[in-house]
């Protein structure tokens, strides 16, 4: 139906033109040609589409709105290719124009789709004529030494579904799944396996993965009420992040074991996806951390090394920090989305200028272009204007992303 869709708008306009020229001239001097306002019909008795584009010409015309439409319906019964396409018209109410399909059009019009594999929808190309642009569509994205819930199953039926249509429309598509496989709940989930169940850290499939949880609950609350198991977990997350061969291995058995039980339910979704997970990015984090010292954006505030935004700020109105190095030296998760939202919007062949898109988060709309920090203090430095496209730097997707928010399914 958008063909025809399409072509009733354009001899709609058409009829607009023809029986208002001076108002159509106007309007397109204006930069705001007449606007039929084709929808279709709220109501099947009122046929397949309704023209509304009457209704806004009453004012500027000094014309009652249905007289208005009868001049675009004496227009339309004069235009050959318009009999041919529909029945005559109908003006209703205060002058609305009722259209209804010629059912011979309509029944050729399907069986031109059933005839065409594509059921005749263009590919992205076919209709913009340039070739389509790279998409990223971040979905799932579960939790190592985790299983997954609900919300994750929401994203990945929807981040699916997003890619499918994507590729569809011919769009390259990067299927991305960020798992949560860094980070401190490793430091304390290592560090609690090492007292309770040393054999999970150097065995594979030691324990199951209903254990694994059993074993982060019980970690999580050790490290909420133990500040010396705290510390301990700290800097085991320092050491893995910086490579140590023991603590690697015991990373390496939870993710492997994790990642098969979830391939099993993506198997059974018929779920493609490609994993880069968090720890993906961990040769990346000391490159943000430079760019932002050289753009003078970085401050130290209590031996952290943290970015202030613009516009966030606590209850106490005090401006919130995005921590990017912590004290101890280690990273966290914001280092990492930093360093994920700079390498998406690299270079080709895997960088992609469309924003990822995060399917399924409550808060997708939160990662959208925004005044960029980063950008602000690069301009404030150089002749060059701040990108009227989203930097890659990340700071900018951060400033809003680091704003206190309700709970979200997928990360």
Not at 73 to 82: C, H, K, S, T, Y
Not at 262 to 274: G, V
Not at 349 to 372: F, I, K, Q, V
Request: aromatic share 8%.
């Amino acid at each position: 139906m958008l063909r025809i869709a399409q072509t009733l708008e354009a001899q709609l306009r058409s009829a607009m033109e023809r029986a208002f020229p001076q108002a159509a001239e106007a309007a397109l001097a204006a930069g705001e040609p007449l606007d039929p306002q084709l929808a279709p019909a709220s109501k099947p008795e009122f046929g397949d589409f309704q023209a509304n584009g009457a209704l806004p010409l009453a004012k500027p015309l000094g014309q009652a709105p249905r007289a208005i439409a009868a001049a675009l319906v004496e227009q339309l019964q004069g235009d050959a290719a318009f009999t041919a396409l529909c029945l005559e018209p109908q003006i209703a109410g205060p002058g609305f124009i009722n259209l209804t399909l010629r059912p011979e059009r309509l029944a050729a019009e399907v069986q031109r789709r059933l005839g065409d594999p594509r059921l005749g929808v263009p590919t992205a190309a076919e209709q913009s004529g340039v070739a389509p642009a790279p998409v990223v569509v971040d979905f799932s994205s579960p939790n190592i030494a985790k299983e997954m819930h609900v919300g994750h199953l929401r994203s990945t039926i929807i981040g699916d579904s997003l890619a499918r249509v994507l590729e569809f429309r011919g769009h390259p598509v990067l299927r991305l799944n960020h798992v949560g496989d860094w980070g401190t709940q490793f430091g304390m989930l290592i560090t609690h396996l090492k007292q309770v169940a040393p054999q999970a850290l150097d065995t594979a499939d030691a324990v199951d993965l209903g254990d694994l949880v059993a074993f982060y609950r019980q970690a999580k609350a050790r490290f909420d009420d133990d500040e010396a198991f705290q510390t301990t977990s700290r800097e085991e997350v320092v050491k893995l992040q910086g490579g140590d061969p023991v603590s690697r291995k015991a990373w390496q058995l939870l993710c492997d074991q994790s990642r098969r039980e979830f391939q099993k339910i993506y198997d059974r979704l018929d779920i493609r996806l490609s994993e880069r997970g968090e720890s993906f990015y961990n040769p990346y984090l000391e490159a943000v951390v430079a760019d932002l010292t050289a753009t003078g954006l970085l401050v130290t505030d209590d031996g952290a090394r943290c970015v202030f935004l613009e516009g966030v700020s606590g209850k106490d109105g005090k401006a919130l920090p995005v921590i990017v190095q912590k004290s101890d030296g280690g990273f966290n998760y914001a280092t990492t989305d930093l360093a994920a939202i700079r390498y998406r919007f690299g270079a080709p062949p895997e960088g992609s200028r469309w924003p990822a898109a995060p399917a399924g988060c409550p808060r997708a709309a939160d990662w959208s272009t925004c005044p960029s920090a980063w950008c602000r203090g690069r301009t404030a430095r150089s002749s060059r204007p701040a990108p009227a496209t989203p930097c890659a730097c990340g700071i900018c997707w951060m400033r809003r992303w680091s704003a206190p928010r309700p709970t979200c399914a997928v990360a």
